[in-house]
């Protein structure tokens, strides 16, 4: 281990634009000189190779476009030297005093930390529909406090709870839901530190949206079943009762977190088509993780990295 604080894993795929902004942003933290930058690059031969600058310890890892979400994740955390693993999309960008507040959330005992988020492209009505849908339980502002559940992929872990999770963090990667699920069976802390903001880019493409929901719920189901140890029975029945509740149980879920916001529940109310019919499109793609595995789910969420990212 180093002297540093916290270590910014970003894997990065193909739009280089919005990731260079992401690992700008990263250079310009405000305790720079005290964290590292973990870039995981995944983009095709061909692509421009990210700048760096300042005073942040960099590392850059060149990694095959075959890489699994969940293995070039792990490469990330093994090129990682400190007790603090921090993860950001190469399209979620952080606000300068980012890092400052997850490593000062990280001096408590929660082993996992989220963040707040703000919309990067609020231009078009699917770009706010979907923030909804994704971000709007997590969006700034929001209160600090202990957590049952946080956001997927923005996320951050103390390196030694992940490390507890042994041989299966691999495949484990590739759901953080799930990671958090395990934490709560074993009543490890979770925290969600609403002063750390990221700004996100949300999907522009109603196709893109179809696909890659029902591809990342698709890995959600099979990690689940598999972590959890579900006999074919329990996934059968979880597989046949998930498009029915699921969708409620998100709704639910985010009604409440947006109750008390009158500028989310007026952007809920306008954008709640869009809204439920990602959530059916989600609990499609669990139910299927749960009755036919993963299938090749895992590697279209790698294929949609290295497009142009969620736009």
Same mark, same amino acid.
């Given at each position: ?7 910014a ?16 942003a990263?250079?310009?933290q ?9 870039i ?24 095959g ?12 955390i ?12 190469d399209?979620?960008i952080?606000e300068?005093?980012?890092?400052e507040?997850v490593?000062?959330a ?16 609020p ?14 339980r ?8 202990p957590? $049952?559940?946080?956001q %997927?992929n923005?996320? @951050?872990?103390?390196? /030694?709870? *992940?490390?507890? =999770?042994g ?5 484990l ?29 949300n999907f522009?493409?109603f ?6 929901n029902i591809?990342h719920?698709r890995?959600?189901?099979?990690v689940?079943?598999r972590?959890?140890?579900?006999n074919t029975?329990?996934r059968i029945v979880?597989?046949l009762?998930t ?9 639910r879920r985010?009604?409440?977190?947006v ?9 809920l109310l306008?954008?709640?088509? $869009?809204?439920?019919f %990602?959530?059916?499109c @989600?609990a499609?793609? /669990?139910? *299927?993780?749960? =009755? ?18 969620p736009?």
């Open positions: 281990m180093t002297d540093k604080l916290l270590s894993v970003v894997v990065t795929g193909n739009n280089r634009r919005i990731a260079q902004t992401v690992i700008d990263l250079c310009g405000t305790i720079a000189r005290d964290m590292e930058i973990i995981v690059d995944i983009a095709h031969d061909g692509q421009a190779p990210l700048a760096t600058n300042g005073e942040a310890k960099i590392v850059q890892v060149r990694y476009a075959e890489a699994s979400w969940g293995s070039a994740r792990l490469a990330g093994q090129h990682a030297s400190t007790s603090i693993i921090a993860f950001l999309e399209h979620c952080p300068a005093d980012w890092a507040r490593a000062e990280h001096a408590g005992p929660s082993v996992a930390v989220g963040y707040s988020f703000r919309n990067a492209n231009e078009t009505y699917l770009s706010r529909a979907t923030m909804l849908s994704d971000y709007g997590w969006e700034h502002p929001v209160e600090s406090g957590r $049952v559940s946080l %997927s923005n996320i @951050s872990y103390k390196r /030694e709870a *992940l490390m507890s =999770l041989a299966r963090l691999e495949w990667l590739l759901s953080d839901g799930v990671i958090q699920e395990l934490f709560r069976l074993h009543e490890r802390p979770m925290y969600l530190e609403g002063r750390a903001t990221a700004a996100h880019h522009t493409n196709a893109l949206l179809i696909t890659e591809a719920s890995v959600v189901g099979a689940r079943a972590a959890l140890g579900w029975g329990k979880h597989g009762a498009p029915f509740v699921a969708p409620l149980f998100q709704l985010l009604i409440a977190a109750s008390t916001r009158p500028a989310q529940k007026q952007t306008v954008s709640f088509p $869009v809204v439920f %990602s959530f059916l @989600s499609a793609g /669990e139910s *299927l993780g749960y =009755l036919l595995g993963m299938g090749k789910a895992d590697s279209q969420l790698t294929t949609e990295l290295l497009r142009q990212g736009g």
